[in-house]
């Protein structure tokens, strides 16, 4: 695997109670669809993936993925 290039991105902490209610989030199929991919952004994101990484996975544009990290970081 290629060196990723650019800044470092946003890290991403979560508490146990954050990671189960997001898992369940994914997992959840009455959840819509955009509420779906975020919790999977974060999960991923704490879990070290980076921005392309998860995008590519998503098929969403790392742009995305960069603004809902900031987000949650916040």
Known sequence: MRNPRGPEPVSIELTDRQQTILAEMVRSRRRPHDEVHRATIILQSAGGARNR??????????????????????
């Open 53 to 74: 990484q998860i995008a590519a996975m998503l098929g969403i544009s790392d742009i995305t993925v960069r603004l809902w990290r900031a987000r949650w970081a916040k």
